[in-house]
């Protein structure tokens, strides 16, 4: 079974904090994601990445930055917390870059609150 | 005009009854079609992917896909309180991993 662990269940952070999100997946996926979610707006993509050092902006990726520099691991980093950053933070991962039925495979999801 | 759109619910039915959930999508190259579940306060999971027109059954559950109609649909069979949670479609556009596109989800909710 594919495993996606993301560090941290709960976090909370003070507005203008710099905070980090870690990721790691164990199958050697080469496709990682950062979505976060909110009530009403559904699944939003942040970052993506599809090879080691390889990142590409999703929907929403202002106030993001992201890293990988290992294939297993995807770091989402928050440079200065705000508020309207609160949300549920998804990790996924997926195995084919080219391939168009390989489905994503979520993190349990960090509920990162920014007071 | 949304991707990807769904009923938000919420959808209730009596256990035992079939559920039906539907999707619709805006663009016409869409590829591949997915449907996940999530509970309350957890991470979706998949449930099923199709990509081509017609039928594809898994134990109880079942997605249609209609690509000229733009709709694909997930029926749950003998519904069971378990089955309550958000079910979220989600469709890639053209064919790579990083082209997913959710729907909101729909809320089911199964009455024992």
């Known amino acids: 079974d594919v495993k996606v662990t993301q560090s941290s269940r709960y976090l909370v952070k003070r507005t203008g904090e710099k905070v980090f999100l870690e990721c790691v997946q164990d199958?050697?996926?080469?496709?990682m994601f950062w979505y976060r979610q909110d009530p009403g707006l559904g699944l939003r993509l942040i970052y993506f990445?599809?090879?080691?050092?390889?990142?590409e902006k999703g929907d929403i990726p202002e106030g993001y930055s992201v890293s990988r520099e290992k294939k297993e691991r995807f770091s989402l980093i928050l440079e200065s917390a705000s508020t309207n950053q609160t949300s549920m933070y998804l990790c996924?991962?997926?195995?084919?870059?080219?391939?168009?039925?390989?489905?994503?495979?979520f993190g349990n999801g960090t509920r990162l609150t920014v007071t | 005009q949304k991707e990807v759109e769904q009923n938000s619910g919420p959808l209730s039915v009596p256990e035992g009854a079939i559920a039906s959930l539907n999707c619709t999508y805006s663009d016409q190259g869409s590829q591949s079609f997915f449907w996940y579940r999530q509970y309350s306060g957890k991470s979706p999971e998949l449930i099923m992917f199709?990509?081509?027109?017609g039928d594809k059954e898994d134990g109880r559950f079942t997605a249609q896909l209609n690509k000229a109609s733009q709709y694909v649909s997930l029926l749950i069979r003998d519904s069971q309180p378990s089955d309550s949670a958000t079910y979220l479609c989600a469709v890639n556009k053209w064919g790579g991993a990083n082209n997913l596109f959710f729907g909101t989800g729909t809320r089911l909710t199964v009455i024992p």
């Open positions: 199958m050697d996926h080469e496709n």
């Open positions: 199709i990509y081509s027109n």
């Open positions: 996924a991962s997926s195995g084919q870059k080219s391939s168009y039925n390989s489905p994503l495979h």
């Open positions: 990445s599809y090879d080691v050092k390889m990142k």
